[in-house]
């Protein structure tokens, strides 16, 4: 498997450097499938006295405004064309993605043109929901101590890798540049944790995170303990972009 990796970089990096680049920026709107259920979060923190500390919220909203920038290969004499997108959402749910992949560009003269493409995924989303609740001096995570209780903020996230098939529709405006539409549906596979923030026991700001298959987390959807974060970046998203 790992020599198989090395190998598809390699071919990869290889492409990007005999490549003739573009450059596209663009813009949107990512549907997030976040259904209107009511979630509990139980923990047992690490302290010595083991507190129990939960709070319950609801999902708002599920739309997220969508931001990219991509090159590309734009060598006219191929029709499978190498791309790299940087990817970052904010919304209902936030988050980062790098997606790679190639587009289909028929060699064709015209005004406009019809572009499939084919991409992997590799990105994370995060939704905050709110403030936890303790009655003791401090919590801990893991050996991380969060002195100030009051102010330690919790997030739902999830890592993902995946596929993202998608369409464009394009159009020509002359000297090298397009403007153009987009859709494209995202499939991942998805590891959920929860991510602690707040004062560390030095008085600086400290992070930590617990997996939400982890034994002293209890995550539950409607009173059914779960392990899946309900915040979901798999879906459709729409965009406008600008190629230069």
Excluded at 41 to 69: A, C, K, M, Q, R
């Amino acid at each position: 498997m790992k020599v198989f990796i090395i190998l598809v970089l390699l071919a990869f990096f290889t492409g990007m450097l005999n490549a003739q680049p573009s450059y596209s920026v663009s813009g949107g709107v990512k549907l997030i499938n976040s259904e209107p259920h009511e979630m509990t979060l139980w923990y047992i923190d690490e302290s010595p006295s083991h507190d129990n500390i939960y709070t319950t919220f609801s999902p708002i909203g599920n739309i997220s405004v969508n931001l990219g920038i991509r090159w590309q290969d734009n060598l006219s004499e191929k029709a499978f064309r190498l791309f790299v997108e940087g990817q970052g959402y904010v919304g209902s749910v936030s988050g980062l993605a790098l997606i790679a992949g190639y587009s289909y560009c028929p060699l064709v003269s015209g005004k406009v043109k019809f572009q499939p493409e084919l991409s992997a995924v590799l990105g994370y989303c995060s939704k905050g929901i709110g403030a936890i609740d303790n009655n003791d001096v401090y919590i801990q995570v893991n050996q991380t101590k969060f002195q100030d209780y009051t102010n330690v903020y919790v997030s739902l996230r999830n890592a993902y890798i995946g596929i993202k098939p998608g369409v464009s529709l394009t159009f020509d405006i002359g000297n090298e540049k397009a403007i153009g539409l987009g859709v494209n549906y995202q499939l991942s596979y998805k590891a959920g944790f929860v991510n602690f923030r707040g004062t560390g026991e030095d008085g600086n700001p400290a992070t930590d995170s617990e997996s939400l298959t982890a034994r002293n987390v209890g995550f539950y959807v409607d009173g059914t303990r779960t392990s899946d974060n309900p915040y979901n970046p798999d879906g459709l998203e729409f965009k406008l972009f600008y190629c230069f």
